[in-house]
């Protein structure tokens, strides 16, 4: 309740002031989620470095199509709605291997 | 890769693909050497295309269930993919009902030299690589447009009875990764798959080697895999955590940034010298069949299960 107030009163702050809170807001999370891993669970605090690495929504949107990974089952599959088959078949799994 | 995004991300193919077809992808190494069912039938559409036997079967095929061919190509780009998908769509209306739809008969025993499935129990960490370069004081990836300097990916596959191993060892304060691992984790998942399929390490390319995991999960390394000419290597280190609950891994974030040098057989192009390369182990539940791809170094898989043998 108190957050979404907080929210609301952001809301109506100038969009300087509001960007340097956010900022601040964000900065405050972060150090807050680091130093409570370091008491428990330590975990990935580079998280921008992570996330120059994991791949990009662009390079993720093939996975918009449900591929199936058995052959045969692709081919029970085909049979039962009545529709073509598209292979896509390469030397190293094209889903993971490169 | 370059399928992935220069076809697959295509709106037009993907509308019609999930429209008009039933996708399935598969590695052609496997495929064209399985003598089981699924293999007899993958060679009897294959058989039918342009492609020497002796060879790489590789491409794309557009067939129906009973195994008649009505398209193939390996080209890339959307615009040739398109007009081959509804070349075939075409050949595909002109066929009797009988042949577009049937029952198909349960799939018989896999050839288990050539088809991997998870063990019971067992666990996935899908490992994403990088090229990386330094920018304004930090690591950065580079433009996407080229190839090779998107995200790769790979998986690190866990049986059940390793968790419980892992899970004794942070319970008794922690130590060293043991070797079944470590090895698995240098020999076949510290590459630079971003250009095409890199050749694993051998075990005594792995000149230095620490990976702890202390009492409370933290991880914490260095390495260097250096190849005997010293024309291909990586050096690097790790930062992560991982978490075990009731035997079962809930937590593997491992960060591992490093310099890589030298290109293999099926990855050239790759940056003169010694440059950046980040690599991100992350757990998956497993839930999408595309996270279920065996590891990329278990076509032969004593050696990846047993990497210290």
Partial sequence: MVWQAGEVILGLLPG???????????????TLACLSLLGTQVGLCDEGLVNEILPSVEESAWQKIDWMTDLWEARQEAARTGKPIYLWEMDGHPLGCV | ????????????????????????AADDWYQR?????????????????PRDP???????????????????NNNRGPEKRLAMMNEALKKW????????????????????????????????VKVFTRCLEERDGRLQKMAADK???QAAVDHLWFQKSEVEKLSRLISDGGGEIPEWLSLRIAKFHLLDNTRGEPRSWKKEEVKKWSLKVDGKGKM????????????????????????????????????????????GTY??????????????????????????????GIRWAPGYWSPEK
């Avoid at chain 1, 002031?17 to 972060?30: E, F, L, S």
């Avoid at chain 2, 050497?33 to 295309?49: H, I, L, N, P, Y």
């Avoid at chain 2, 009797?96 to 088809?115: C, F, L, N, Q, T």
């Fill in chain 2, 220 to 263: 914490s390394g260095e390495f260097l895999i250096d190849s005997a000419d010293g024309k291909l290597g990586y050096a690097g280190k790790f930062e992560g955590a991982l978490a075990i609950t009731k035997g079962r891994l809930t937590r593997f974030d491992l960060l591992v940034v490093g310099q890589h040098w030298g290109s």
């Fill in chain 2, 33 to 49: 050497r399985r003598k089981d069912e699924t293999g007899k039938f993958f060679w009897k559409v294959a058989s039918q295309g």
């Fill in chain 2, 147 to 149: 190839v090779g300097n």
């Fill in chain 2, 54 to 72: 002796d060879r790489t079967q590789q491409g794309h095929y557009v067939f129906t269930a009973k195994g008649k061919l009505l398209g193939f």
């Fill in chain 2, 93 to 124: 209306d002109k066929l009797p009902a009988a042949e577009k739809k049937g029952v198909i008969p349960k799939k018989g025993k896999s050839d288990e030299r050539y088809h991997h499935e998870l063990p019971e129990g067992g666990q996935i």
């Fill in chain 1, 16 to 30: 300087m002031i509001r960007a340097t809170i956010v900022k601040m807001k964000t900065m405050i999370i972060t």
């Fill in chain 2, 267 to 296: 990855t050239q192009g790759a940056r003169p010298g010694k440059t950046p390369m980040g690599q991100v182990f992350r757990l998956t539940g497993g839930k999408k069949a595309r996270d279920r791809i065996p590891p990329q």
């Fill in chain 2, 1 to 24: 890769m370059t399928d992935r995004l220069l076809v697959f991300a295509n709106p037009e193919v993907q509308k019609l693909l999930k429209e008009k077809f039933i996708a399935v």
